[in-house]
């Protein structure tokens, strides 16, 4: 025990102090640069490439998505998990912010286009769905 450093309370001393440092002025401010931070320091660790998506979603949800390969990441994994209307939303933003512009846009529109697909198809299930249940409830 004598051997253990203490850790002093500055932000350059230790990595659990600045961690925690970013997590208490996330809680108390929470400002997109604070968010930005403690997503870069969250997301450099290693994970599951389901906590991955989700620090992409965090990050898409904040404005820290700047590269076209995040984009990509994130809109097939929404389709993935069962929520295509959030892919059709990030790929909207994208292009809209021009993120997705240049020599891929033809591809990202097509992606785009199969999540809008995937959205109606998933609603159109859901309200067979439903109805099936009303259905079954009115005859029981």
């Known amino acids: 025990m004598a051997n253990r450093k203490r850790c002093t ?4 001393h230790c990595t659990s102090c600045d961690r925690a440092h970013h997590s208490r002025l996330l809680r108390h401010y929470p400002k997109p640069e604070y968010w930005w931070n403690v997503l870069e320091l969250k997301s450099a660790q290693p994970h599951s490439e389901r906590v991955d998506f989700h620090y992409l979603a965090l990050k898409f949800d904040v404005g820290m998505l700047d590269d076209p390969a995040d984009y990509e990441a ?5 389709i993935d998990l069962g929520v295509p209307e959030d ?3 990030v790929l909207e933003t994208g292009l809209r912010k021009g993120v997705l512009a240049g020599e891929h846009e033809a591809r990202f529109r097509r992606m785009r286009a199969h999540a809008q697909a995937e959205t109606a198809r998933s609603s159109d299930g859901e309200r067979s769905r439903s109805a099936g249940t009303t259905r079954q409830q009115r005859t029981a």
Do not use: E, K, M, T
């Open 74 to 78: 994130l809109a097939p994994g929404a």
């Open 9 to 12: 309370g500055r932000r350059d």
């Open 87 to 89: 892919a059709v939303r």
